[in-house]
């Protein structure tokens, strides 16, 4: 008889595959730094303005001149607030008004005021476009047809074209009393004045003059005459250049 084997129960498989437990890196601890902000530095190189001081045809004299300035280097100035051509058209019309307006008409002297007002605001506009696109290169700067002011301490410059206040009727018949603005580093100056033939000055008369603290009497002129009158400063550096031509018809 046979003896019964033993039924003995294998062990179950484990249905659980091993796996490796790898701990999870800790998380890092570093923080982005925010990206830096560059600030702009404000331009040294500022322009010279004081554009309202001018003399209607010193004022349209500046404005051809800018005109030209930042209109002929568009590399320089691309996309100007203000059209160069429109500026130098504005310029055109002063001009043109401050003639009209020699025979006293009322409708002339309204449009030099306004295209007075006009070219000061779009030359003010363009000052600081020029001073913001030219990263204070003094080169770039110069071509913009603007004056910079100076920068600390330098040499002696070139004394500025002086310009005229205005010029009146004097106490007597056949006298003009002429009114000039001071300008920085003058030591003296010279008024000169001619009979005009329409546009054109005859010979010119040269007063010198020591200062221009109060009026200045020209004398012996002609009545009815229309004369014209400049002025020029003399500086450290020599003369500046005779200013543009204002006139008047003598009483």
Same mark, same amino acid.
């Given at each position: 008889?046979?003896?019964?084997?033993?039924?003995?129960?294998?062990?179950?498989?484990?249905?659980?595959?091993?796996?490796?437990?790898?701990?999870?890196?800790?998380?890092?601890?570093?923080?982005?730094?925010?990206?830096?902000?560059?600030?702009?530095?404000?331009?040294?190189?500022?322009? !010279?303005?004081? &554009?309202?001081?001018?003399?209607?045809? $010193?004022?349209?004299?500046?404005?051809?001149?800018?005109?030209?300035?930042?209109?002929?280097?568009?590399?320089?100035?691309?996309?100007?607030?203000?059209?160069?051509?429109?500026? $130098?058209?504005?310029?055109?019309?002063?001009?043109?008004?401050? *003639?009209?307006?020699?025979?006293?008409?009322?409708?002339?002297?309204?449009?030099?005021?306004?295209?007075?007002?006009?070219? *000061?605001? $779009?030359?003010?506009?363009?000052?600081? @476009?020029?001073?913001? !696109?030219?990263? $204070?290169?003094?080169?770039? &700067?110069?071509?913009?047809?603007?004056?910079?002011?100076?920068?600390?301490?330098?040499?002696?410059?070139?004394?500025?074209?002086?310009?005229?206040?205005?010029?009146?009727?004097?106490?007597?018949?056949?006298?003009?009393?002429?009114?000039?603005?001071? !300008?920085?580093?003058?030591?003296?100056? @010279?008024?000169?004045?001619?009979?005009?033939?329409?546009?054109?000055?005859?010979?010119?008369?040269? !007063?010198?003059?020591?200062?221009?603290?109060?009026?200045?009497?020209?004398?012996?002129?002609?009545?009815?005459?229309?004369?014209? &009158?400049?002025?020029?400063?003399?500086?450290?550096?020599?003369?500046?250049?005779?200013?543009?031509?204002?006139?008047?018809?003598?009483?």
């Amino acid at each position: 008889m046979s003896t019964p084997v033993p039924d003995v129960a294998a062990p179950a498989a484990s249905t659980t595959a091993a796996t490796t437990t790898t701990p999870a890196a800790p998380a890092s601890t570093a923080t982005t730094a925010p990206a830096a902000t560059t600030k702009k530095k404000p331009a040294s190189l500022k322009a !010279v303005t004081g &554009f309202g001081k001018l003399a209607p045809n $010193d004022l349209a004299s500046t404005a051809h001149h800018i005109a030209k300035g930042v209109g002929g280097n568009p590399v320089y100035f691309p996309n100007p607030p203000i059209d160069p051509v429109a500026l $130098d058209a504005s310029a055109n019309t002063l001009s043109e008004a401050v *003639i009209a307006a020699m025979d006293g008409g009322k409708t002339a002297k309204e449009v030099v005021k306004k295209q007075r007002k006009l070219i *000061i605001q $779009d030359l003010n506009l363009l000052a600081v @476009f020029v001073q913001n !696109v030219t990263n $204070d290169d003094p080169v770039i &700067f110069s071509a913009s047809g603007f004056t910079a002011k100076p920068t600390g301490k330098s040499a002696p410059q070139p004394v500025a074209v002086p310009s005229f206040r205005s010029l009146d009727y004097g106490a007597n018949s056949g006298q003009i009393a002429v009114y000039v603005k001071k !300008v920085t580093g003058a030591k003296s100056y @010279f008024i000169r004045y001619a009979v005009m033939n329409g546009t054109t000055p005859g010979a010119w008369t040269t !007063v010198p003059i020591a200062t221009v603290q109060k009026a200045i009497t020209i004398s012996g002129l002609t009545p009815t005459m229309i004369y014209g &009158f400049q002025v020029q400063a003399l500086g450290v550096l020599g003369t500046s250049d005779w200013s543009s031509t204002e006139t008047i018809v003598c009483a």
